[in-house]
């Protein structure tokens, strides 16, 4: 049977203004009928009810686009290998969404159903061989060892990690980890850095305000002890088939990935320039400066230009990152990459088309940032 995208879309839209009864009617019915499935879930699910919902908007609006659909349900099965999430799961899965979309959907009817059935089982099936490709190689998860944890202010941290068996990666992708503290509890943190020989990675991790694992790899995490990592997720990795100079624009924490390209783009060997703008309220929220000095030393044509937006007594460049754009050369002959917070990546975008650099060379992890700090979790 094939896809019907306008009437799964239009079944969608009646039922996102109930969206939050919906998903609380989904994880009661899929529990009560399948209590053992309990145990595949975070304690909380609060969060966990919000990643549902946010992932299933996100597959319903990419159904007309097959190869972007495609590439979305494969990497979450592969990610939900990690929390025991099998091919026998997904029978249960199905008839709890089924029934939901049922009970709340507006005008139900037997072709509605037809097409919302149709359109679970094509994804469970991508999903489901997804993950057999990637258990075929890879395990769920890797063990990792804390080789070293560094607070860089008081609530941010730097840590290096030794996994147990090679972890592959791209510069520009991120891994989730789980702690011991909470169980099933997984969040995503970007490697700060191209792969390295060693195979050590570096996550920069920002404790944010109830945020359980990044609190816990803040404050409670020492050398030596030990983390879960999932496999390496994201898209925003350089185009191997352009060569041309690079902006690379960061806020807070989303500077991992951009230092991760930024050393990617010099192992390459390519000759090409790359502008690495760091945003940052204060001289002292930019954490990472002097391990960036020391890179821009090494790289012949790398320029970091640290920009500051509440600091009167700062000495370079002030201002938001979105408002500053302007006083450089134009950005139009370069790939840009773009990473922070939900407003600063927006706004940075915005300022980029203003200025005419084309969209198409405009990369972000935007789905990524709006999701908060979660993580992709089972349905």
């Known amino acids: 049977m094939s896809l019907e995208p306008r009437i799964i879309k239009e079944s969608f839209a009646s039922i996102e203004p109930v969206a939050d009864k919906a998903v609380h009617y989904f994880y009661g019915r899929l529990f009560a009928e399948n209590p053992r499935l309990r145990a595949l879930f975070p304690p909380a699910m609060d969060a966990q009810r ?44 199905g008839s709890a969404l089924i029934a939901t979309l049922r009970e709340f959907s507006d005008d139900w009817n037997p072709e509605t159903e037809a ?21 075929a190689h890879a395990p769920p998860w890797w063990v990792a060892e804390v080789a070293a944890h560094e607070r860089r202010t008081h609530d941010l941290a730097v840590l290096t990690l030794r996994p147990d068996r090679p972890l592959p990666f791209a510069a520009g992708q991120y891994v989730t980890v789980q702690t011991a503290r909470w169980p099933r509890v997984w969040r995503p943190f970007s490697a700060a850095g191209a792969p390295r020989p060693d195979g050590l990675l570096r996550l920069h991790v920002r404790a944010v305000p109830g945020g359980w694992v990044s609190g816990a790899l803040v404050r409670h995490t020492r050398p030596g002890d030990t983390v879960l990592l999932g496999p390496a997720l994201g898209a925003m990795a350089l185009d191997p088939d352009s060569d041309r100079d690079l902006l690379l624009v960061a806020g807070g924490t989303g500077l991992a990935p951009l230092k991760a390209l930024a050393e ?31 890179l821009e030393s090494a790289r012949p044509g790398l320029r970091v230009v640290p920009v500051v937006s509440d600091d009167p007594d700062f000495q370079g460049v002030r201002g938001a990152v979105p408002d500053v754009l302007d006083r450089f050369d134009g950005w139009d002959g370069h790939d840009v990459y773009v990473a922070g917070p939900t407003p600063m990546v927006r706004r940075t975008v915005q300022a980029l088309q203003e200025l005419g650099t084309p969209l198409e060379r405009v990369h972000h992890d935007l789905l990524e940032a709006e999701r908060n700090g979660s993580a992709p979790a089972p349905f």
């Open 264 to 294: 990617q783009a010099a192992a390459d060997g390519a000759d090409r320039r790359v502008h690495l703008l760091v945003g940052a309220r204060t001289e002292r929220d930019l954490y990472d400066l002097p391990d960036l000095r020391l």
């Open 115 to 135: 097409a919302w059935t149709a359109a679970y089982r094509r994804a469970a099936d991508l999903m489901t061989a997804a993950a057999e490709r990637d258990g």
């Open 50 to 93: 919000d990643r549902l919902l946010h992932a299933l908007t996100e597959i319903v609006w990419s159904l007309d686009s097959p190869e972007s659909l495609a590439g979305r349900l494969g990497g979450l099965g592969r990610a939900h290998r990690k929390y025991g999430v099998r091919r026998e799961h997904y029978p249960a899965l």
